[in-house]
């Protein structure tokens, strides 16, 4: 199991888009030479700025709950592990359904994969692959304590909403400190409304889509 102490950490604002995470995915053992991770540009028509996407391991995950083979699993610890192959039915139901786009479906194998935290490795206490390599700490595996320690401007979310579903992660996004919402509202992002989520509760009030929350991130240097 992972030691509860340890923690997944996302600061968007250091990804310099180098790739390393990537290449460094495919090397764990449980991956089977493919890697589960992969980078976003967080406004290709005005910046290269990237930022890595890493299976956010919900506490409900909708993968699992979609998915109709009973082919994943939560781990006691909160990691959401990949379909296993016995029971997996290619059928993309996970895919569809996940709010944050991370499951992939694997055609040759017909089984669906997607980022694990090197489990492997994590439940041993050890670094996930791309957090070992990540040379600008976009990606960080430590405690609550040294991540505070490094970053002092940032504070960690976990608790995303997707219109009416309220989704909360084991994996956490590093945002500045004291301008961290209640919620990450998504889909006001998507749809270009900075103002919340349409009439629903919490209009305006706590709700930061990703993109405003991303460029909160750049305009005064961020959480370095």
Same mark, same amino acid.
């Given at each position: 199991?992972?030691?509860?102490?340890?923690?997944?950490?996302?600061?968007?604002?250091?990804?310099?888009?180098?790739?390393?995470? *990537?290449?460094?995915?495919?090397?764990?053992?449980?991956?089977?030479?493919?890697?589960?991770?992969?980078?976003?540009?967080?406004?290709?028509?005005?910046?290269?700025?990237?930022?890595?996407? *890493?299976?956010?391991?919900?506490?409900?995950?909708?993968?699992?709950?979609?998915?109709?083979?009973?082919?994943?699993?939560?781990?006691?610890?909160?990691?959401?592990?990949?379909?296993?192959?016995?029971?997996?039915?290619?059928?993309?139901?996970?895919?569809?359904?996940?709010?944050?786009?991370?499951?992939?479906?694997?055609?040759?194998?017909?089984?669906?994969?997607?980022?694990?935290?090197?489990?492997?490795?994590?439940?041993?206490?050890?670094?996930?692959?791309?957090?070992? *390599?990540?040379?600008?700490?976009?990606?960080?595996?430590?405690?609550?304590?040294?991540?505070?320690?490094?970053?002092?401007?940032?504070?960690?979310?976990?608790?995303?909403?997707?219109?009416?579903?309220?989704?909360?992660?084991?994996?956490?996004?590093?945002?500045?400190?004291?301008?961290?919402?209640?919620?990450?509202?998504?889909?006001?992002?998507?749809?270009?409304?900075?103002?919340?989520?349409?009439?629903?509760?919490?209009?305006?009030?706590?709700?930061?889509?990703?993109?405003?929350?991303?460029?909160?991130?750049?305009?005064?240097?961020?959480?370095?």
């Amino acid at each position: 199991m992972v030691p509860d102490h340890l923690m997944f950490f996302i600061d968007p604002n250091r990804c310099i888009g180098c790739q390393s995470c *990537v290449h460094a995915c495919s090397e764990c053992d449980t991956h089977k030479g493919m890697s589960m991770i992969h980078l976003e540009y967080v406004d290709r028509q005005r910046s290269v700025q990237t930022a890595p996407v *890493v299976c956010m391991h919900c506490d409900s995950p909708t993968c699992a709950e979609v998915c109709p083979a009973d082919a994943i699993k939560r781990t006691p610890d909160g990691v959401v592990q990949s379909a296993r192959k016995p029971r997996c039915v290619a059928c993309n139901n996970c895919v569809l359904a996940c709010p944050f786009g991370v499951p992939k479906s694997n055609p040759g194998l017909e089984l669906m994969m997607k980022c694990d935290m090197c489990y492997d490795r994590s439940s041993a206490g050890l670094k996930p692959m791309c957090a070992t *390599v990540c040379p600008s700490g976009a990606l960080f595996f430590g405690t609550q304590e040294q991540v505070e320690m490094l970053r002092p401007r940032s504070e960690p979310i976990n608790r995303f909403r997707f219109g009416r579903q309220e989704v909360a992660t084991k994996v956490r996004m590093m945002v500045p400190r004291g301008r961290a919402p209640e919620f990450v509202d998504v889909v006001a992002a998507m749809e270009g409304r900075p103002d919340g989520a349409g009439d629903e509760p919490g209009r305006g009030d706590g709700f930061v889509p990703v993109d405003m929350l991303m460029a909160s991130l750049y305009e005064d240097g961020g959480s370095r």
